[in-house]
């Protein structure tokens, strides 16, 4: 089945600065891959997504690429800010199976 | 539309107790997912839903653990009887297909047995 592997597990920016999260999965068949973003005690949300016949996808400050080749994707977000802090959870998935998520990144943003 | 509605928020009982979660799913979502997370493991997949069959429920962690889904607004997760390494978030998700769209989640339900 689907593992997905994400790093890093914490990561720690200055306000303003650019924070990459990356993402590799086994299954070449995986072909949907979105991104959660969950903050301290609620819910995780989808931010954004990217299928398998899109290299790049953005929504204003962040930003998702994929690579089919090697097999691994990454989420960008540029200008952070205090309110980007959370847990970012990457996941795959062929379609007709469930999403498998990643372990997660912590980002905290220093002001 | 009001969501993914679990309930309860908060469940603390005694292990030995059985333990019921709910879920209400988005109308015309056709998939629906049992997810546990804790620090150690993080989101664990237990049992999906299609059109109210269970499809896999590999995740399930023991026998102790059973999931039922009677019709299409209505889930439950059961654990019976509840052990101290039961203590997690149990969130409830749907989507309108099994992989190809985000899921929507629930706000959890966070269970502590002791």
């Known amino acids: 089945g689907e593992n997905v592997e994400q790093h890093p597990s914490t990561l720690s920016v200055q306000e303003g600065d650019s924070a990459v999260i990356k993402c590799t999965y086994s299954?070449?068949?995986?072909?949907?891959f979105p991104w959660y973003k969950q903050e301290l005690g609620k819910r995780p949300q989808l931010i954004i997504d990217?299928?398998?016949?899109?290299g790049e996808k953005k929504d204003q400050r962040i930003a998702v690429t994929l690579n089919k080749t090697a097999k691994h994707f990454s989420l960008h977000i540029t200008e952070t800010q205090p309110e980007d802090s959370a847990v970012y959870f990457c996941a795959a998935s062929s379609g007709n199976t469930p999403l498998v998520f990643g372990k997660g990144t912590r980002l905290s943003v220093i002001a | 539309d009001a969501g993914v509605i679990q309930s309860p928020r908060h469940e603390v009982t005694e292990m030995g107790q059985e333990v019921t979660l709910r879920c209400k799913p988005i109308s015309g979502h056709n998939s629906l997912f049992w997810y546990r997370q804790t620090m150690m493991r993080g989101l664990e997949l237990l049992i999906y839903?299609?059109?109210?069959?269970?499809?896999?429920d590999s995740g399930m962690p023991e026998d102790r653990f059973s999931a039922k889904m009677p019709n299409a607004s209505f889930s439950t997760l059961k654990i019976q009887p509840s052990e101290p390494r039961d203590s997690a978030v149990y969130f409830c998700?749907?989507?309108?297909?099994?992989?190809?769209?985000?899921?929507?989640f629930g706000s959890g339900t966070r269970l502590t047995v002791v």
């Open positions: 839903f299609n059109n109210n069959v269970p499809i896999d």
């Open positions: 990217i299928r398998s016949n899109v």
């Open positions: 299954d070449s068949a995986s072909n949907y």
């Open positions: 998700a749907s989507s309108p297909q099994t992989g190809l769209y985000g899921y929507t």
